[in-house]
């Protein structure tokens, strides 16, 4: 395995790359502003910009840094128009196990086109083939099933349904657990 950090990717209508701090007003009014995405977080409420910042602890200095090659962070670029309209992360890489946790949101002006299907398609491909981990889970609310049909488009594996196991600020919900080995994407 070989962490290469937040590296550029891109699809035929995006670009993932490394957030600058252009980006915080962008994200935020296409994508944390709205209720629809942010109630499929666990972020602290963000009712303004400098809630981002002070609550969030998003956009500070440390979290702009990408020093750690094990940080995998990715702001989501539409081509067409230079607008940042969401986000794609690797959290908590295990080396022992080779394996990370994907998570991605977007904003609702951009939801069922197909846009998120490209984004995780290209970061699994990353991941598993540039990185080289042996795996990539990822989950959903119960209640939010386009998340989970994007991970079934992209070949992840349902594993599991854990009850009342995934907390977000819309409540406490079914945990949808999906699994993509290495083995599974280069078969």
């Known amino acids: 395995?070989?962490?290469?950090?937040?590296?550029?990717l891109e699809t035929p209508r995006l670009i993932l790359r490394r957030y600058v701090i252009d980006d915080?007003?962008?994200?935020?009014?296409?994508?944390?502003?709205?209720?629809?995405?942010?109630?499929?977080?666990?972020?602290?409420?963000?009712d303004c910009l400098d809630d981002v910042k002070t609550k969030a602890n998003m956009f500070t200095e440390k979290w702009l840094s990408y020093?750690?090659?094990?940080?995998?962070?990715?702001?989501?670029?539409?081509?067409?128009t230079g607008d940042v309209i969401g986000r794609m992360f690797g959290m908590r890489p295990d080396d022992e196990l080779g394996q990370v946790e994907l998570a991605y949101e977007m904003g609702k002006p951009w939801w069922n086109r197909g846009l998120m299907t490209e984004a995780v398609r290209v970061t699994l491909d990353f991941l598993l083939r540039d990185v080289g981990l042996r795996q990539v889970?990822?989950?959903?609310?119960?209640?939010?099933?386009?998340?989970?049909?994007?991970?079934?488009?992209c070949g992840m594996v349902y594993q599991r349904t854990v009850p009342q196991g995934c907390r977000c600020n819309a409540g406490v919900f079914d945990r949808v657990e999906y699994l993509l080995t290495g083995k599974e994407y280069f078969r």
Not at 1 to 8: I, P, S, Y
Not at 35 to 46: A, E, H, I, L, S
Not at 67 to 80: M, T, V
Request: aromatic share 18%.
């Open 1 to 8: 395995m070989k962490h290469k950090g937040t590296v550029r």
């Open 137 to 153: 889970y990822a989950y959903h609310a119960d209640a939010n099933p386009a998340s989970g049909r994007v991970m079934q488009k």
């Open 67 to 80: 020093d750690n090659p094990r940080r995998y962070s990715w702001a989501i670029e539409l081509k067409s």
């Open 24 to 46: 915080f007003e962008p994200m935020y009014r296409n994508c944390w502003s709205e209720y629809d995405v942010w109630k499929w977080t666990n972020y602290v409420p963000m």
